[in-house]
């Protein structure tokens, strides 16, 4: 079994490994709390594929759970599911003694992570990712929220999970396109820090094993993460591709899939950083390369000026600077402020 060590103020172990989920029962009965109530929170679609399997393995250690689904997609990811979800985690009557299991791809993750935020001023949550890029990305790092109807991500708090149990099996029941996404996360934690995960990406075949490539992944945000739990600094560096791609989702109206916005916002923002003279190689021709592996796209069609007016309103950038993370090589990243006024030229 793979194991990453979190080392945040509150440190806490990612375990990685196939099959973990037959075992959780029992793992979290080993986690040193007696639980009294368990709680899971998953969307439809996950708990009718393996609710059952999470449930017997529960059973098999003596615990049982109460669960609540909402609609899968990023549409539920609003106040609206976390007031009923506080309600519903009121109505059972947990209490701070008690855990919540988020257990899903990371719209369940954020939500379910938000809740126990906030619930009681605070309860403790375990999460359990079923999509690649929850157990890559967003199940690791403490950061909970949800959407507002002015944007993504902007109600949220930071809460570091107790444990995060990650089931490559669970992949197998993964669309393809959403699985396809995932890569384009762990293609981009192969450029900011690790050109042999980057290789392995790109000869990485169907059936070869995840494990590697998942655990890999997970170390490199532990790491920024225990560097920076607050995002204040070097953790911005996970952002790299994304205020190209979220100004991408926007621009589409959110039809253009993040993982795939991300894909072209690192593509992009590589042959920007090259003509700039902010990279030491032209690392667009490799990212390129390694997207379509993956079939992920690497271009767009809206225009510069389309790209910049988005980012403008993204509500997220710092006054009147935009932060960019640039490659400077295939395994390395760095960021840099620029003001915004500088953005129509560089997009021009
Ligand atoms: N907190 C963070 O640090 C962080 C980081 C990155 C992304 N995010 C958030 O994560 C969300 C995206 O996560 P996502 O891509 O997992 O989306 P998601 O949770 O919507 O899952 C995508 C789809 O896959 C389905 N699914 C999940 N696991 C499955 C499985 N094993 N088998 C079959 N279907 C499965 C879900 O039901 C859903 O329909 C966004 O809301 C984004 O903002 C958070
Ligand atoms: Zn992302």
């Known amino acids: 079994m793979g194991i990453v060590k979190v080392l ?29 109530k ?19 393995s529960l059973k098999k250690a003596g615990l049982s759970a109460v669960s609540y689904c909402f609609p899968p997609g990023e549409a539920a ?14 109505s059972k009557e947990l209490t701070r003694a008690d855990l919540i299991l988020a257990f899903g791809g990371g719209v369940v ?16 949550y375990v999460q359990i990712p079923t999509s690649l890029l929850a157990m890559i990305d967003s199940s690791v790092g403490g ?13 949220g708090a930071f809460l570091q999970p107790n444990a995060v149990y990650c089931d490559p099996e669970l992949l197998s029941t993964l669309p393809e396109e959403i699985f396809r996404e995932g890569m384009a996360e762990a293609i981009k934690y192969g450029v ?15 059936h070869d094993p995840l494990e590697p490539i998942i655990t890999r992944c997970i170390e490199i945000k532990s790491c920024l993460v225990a560097e920076d739990e607050f995002d204040c600094g070097t953790r ?46 032209d690392c ?27 980012m403008l309103r993204d509500k997220k950038r710092q006054g009147d600077q935009i932060n960019l993370i640039i490659p400077e090589k295939i395994g390395k990243c760095s960021l840099k402020k620029i003001p915004v006024s500088q953005l129509p030229q560089l997009f021009g």
């Open 8 to 36: 945040t103020r509150q440190p806490y172990a990612v375990h990685i490994e196939n099959d973990i989920l037959q075992d959780v029962g029992e793992l979290l009965r080993h986690e040193g709390k007696s639980v009294a």
């Open 38 to 56: 368990l709680a899971v929170i998953s969307d439809e679609q996950v708990w009718s594929l393996h609710g059952e399997a999470l449930q017997d």
């Open 77 to 90: 990811k609003n106040l609206g599911t976390v007031s009923a979800i506080l309600e519903f985690l009121a």
């Open 109 to 124: 993750g954020d939500i379910a992570g938000f809740c126990a935020a906030i619930y009681l001023r605070g309860i403790s």
């Open 143 to 155: 950061k909970t929220g949800v959407d507002l109807a002015a944007g993504k991500n902007l109600a």
């Open 192 to 206: 900011i820090s690790d050109p042999e995960l980057f290789e392995a990406l790109l000869t990485w075949q169907t």
């Open 236 to 281: 911005q560096l996970l952002n790299f591709g994304h205020t190209i791609g979220h100004a991408i989702e926007r621009c589409s109206d959110f039809k253009i899939r993040h993982g795939q916005a991300v894909g072209i916002g690192m593509s992009l923002m590589a042959e920007i950083a090259w003509q700039q003279g902010w990279s030491k190689v």
């Open 284 to 310: 667009s021709g490799p990212i390129r390369k390694a997207l379509q592996h993956f079939n992920l796209p690497n271009k767009m069609t809206f225009s510069g000026k389309q790209l910049c007016d988005s």
